[in-house]
């Protein structure tokens, strides 16, 4: 099985500007398409913005809105699968959510935030109910997160017995907390098998200051691509054969004795 190119979009967009981040994805899936990427991964909210208070929901939009039939058609021009951060709608709530949108413009999976991060993100979102989120794309199973979730290894483990080989995490992740980029999420990767795509906002916005180091992270605990601080468009490898032959010479998840964890859930 050939190996999916994967395409980490580090930006923070122009944050309360919708059409403006609708184009940047656009102008991102041309450019990896040129290097043969499968699949162009956005940050946590990037189609809206993060740190932008109460517009944030005032630009939530439906898992089918228009947005998503603009990056639907974004992803079907270049043949890119994109993956997307952006603020769900659902009635009355509105979630923080990734969606994952097929090289043919097919709408794969959405995923809604499990465990939300620090006041803003409790005061604005609901909490999503469903840990494991999946799709198949290009012979892999694809798993689907968002930053703080990546941070809980019970999160990420039940991706791995599930079968994901691929977790895609957008994030906003900010300073002091850029040890997780740099050595959580390789660690995440490592010890339950499977490719990690970290990909974080950068700069400052808000009171916040995102700090980059987007990161593809192989089963191997090594960082197969990483971005520095600043905008970047990084590209890696997701290759099954080496994946398959990290699962059968690493014993962690063959070794397991659930029977002796059961006081932890």
């Known amino acids: 099985m050939p190996a999916l190119r994967t395409a980490l979009l580090q930006s923070s967009g122009r944050p309360g500007d919708v059409a403006a981040n609708l184009a940047a994805l656009e102008d991102a899936a041309a450019r990896a398409a040129t290097t043969g990427a499968g699949l162009l991964v956005s940050p946590e909210l990037f189609l809206t913005g993060y740190a932008i208070g109460d517009d944030v929901a005032k630009l ?6 228009p947005a998503a039939t603009a990056i639907a058609a974004t992803a079907a ?3 890119v699968a994109v993956a997307y951060g952006y603020p769900e709608r659902d009635g009355e709530r509105v979630f923080n959510s990734v969606q994952l949108i097929g090289a043919d413009g097919a709408r794969l999976a959405n995923y ?9 993100e ?36 039940s991706h791995a017995l599930a079968g994901t080989d691929l977790l895609l995490v957008p994030t906003a ?17 490592f010890e339950n098998q499977m490719y990690v795509a970290y990909v974080n906002r950068t700069g ?18 090594t960082a197969r691509a990483r971005a520095g601080r600043g905008e970047d468009l990084v590209h890696g490898e997701v290759d099954p054969d080496f994946l398959a032959a990290s699962r059968a010479a690493n014993p962690y998840l063959r070794d397991r004795r659930p029977g002796l964890y059961a006081s932890l859930v």
């Open 204 to 221: 400052p916005e808000g009171e916040f200051e995102f700090v980059g180091l987007s990161t593809l992270a192989g089963p191997d605990g």
């Open 77 to 79: 021009r270049h043949g």
């Open 122 to 157: 409790q005061e604005q979102f609901t909490p999503g109910e469903h840990a494991v989120v999946q799709a198949e794309l290009a012979g892999l199973t694809v798993g689907l997160m968002i930053c703080y979730d990546v941070e809980f290894p019970e999160n990420v483990r």
């Open 112 to 120: 809604r935030k499990t465990h939300l991060f620090g006041c803003f």
């Open 60 to 65: 939530a939009e439906p898992a089918d809105g």
């Open 173 to 189: 992740q900010m300073h002091p907390f850029q040890f997780v980029a740099e050595a959580v999420v390789p660690v995440r990767a």
